[in-house]
C-alpha cells in the first residue's frame, strides 16, 4: 500500500489491549519516551518514569538520552530518553498489567508509544495530540483494525522512521 494510515485515536484508548497485543505480535522492538528529570546533568539521567518502567528492564535494549526527536515528533529541548525494548511475551504481558499507554498523559506514563518492524517504524503514536498512524500497512493490518472497530483513513504520505541507533 502506497499511502499511509490515520488512526481514530479514541478507537486506540477503547481498543488497548487488542491494538497492544497485535503489535507486540508483529514487530521486533518498541520505543516510548520518557522526560528526564531535574537535574539534567546527571550522567544516568533520571526520567519521570523510571520506577513504572522497572519491570521493563530484562526486555531493555538501549536509551538514547538527550533525543531532540522520534517518530512523529521533533522538540527544541532535549530533555527526552527514548527507550528502546524488544517485543516478547514478557514484555507484551507487563504492558498490558501497565495503564493504557495510548491515555499517558492521563497516568504519568512514557508517551508516544511506537512499534518497528525491521528497524522502521510502522505504528506511530503522539499521544499528547492523540495522533496515531500506520505506515507502510499490510492487508493484515488492515484487516486488524475493521476486524477491531477500529476507523482509520488513507491520505497521508508514507515516511520511513527508522529505529534509532
Keep these: 500500500m502506497s499511502e499511509a494510515l490515520a488512526i481514530n485515536y479514541r478507537d486506540l484508548i477503547n481498543q488497548y ?12 522492538v518498541f520505543s516510548v ?24 528492564e530484562e526486555a531493555l535494549i538501549k536509551k538514547f538520552v538527550n533525543s ?18 524488544k517485543c516478547c511475551r514478557y514484555s507484551r504481558e507487563e504492558l498490558l498489567k501497565m495503564p493504557n499507554f495510548f491515555f499517558a498523559f492521563k497516568d504519568n506514563l ?4 511506537c512499534f ?22 499490510t492487508i493484515e493490518d488492515v484487516k486488524f483494525l475493521e476486524a477491531n472497530g477500529i476507523d ?14
Design 17 to 28: 489491549e487488542n491494538v497492544i497485543n497485535y503489535a507486540m505480535k508483529t514487530s521486533d
Design 110 to 113: 512514557p508517551e508516544d508509544i
Design 152 to 165: 482509520y483513513y488513507y491520505g497521508l504520505e508514507n515516511v520511513e522512521y527508522l529505529l534509532p541507533r
Design 68 to 85: 531532540k526527536g522520534w517518530p512523529g515528533t521533533e522538540t527544541r529541548d532535549n530533555h527526552r530518553v527514548i527507550s528502546i525494548y
Design 116 to 137: 518497528y518492524r525491521n528497524g522502521i517504524a510502522w505504528f506511530v503514536t503522539t499521544s499528547h495530540e492523540e495522533y496515531a498512524w500506520i505506515y507502510n500497512a
Design 33 to 56: 519516551v520518557s522526560f528526564k528529570s531535574k537535574p539534567y546533568s546527571v550522567e544516568i539521567p533520571i526520567t519521570d518514569n523510571d520506577e513504572l518502567m522497572k519491570v521493563l
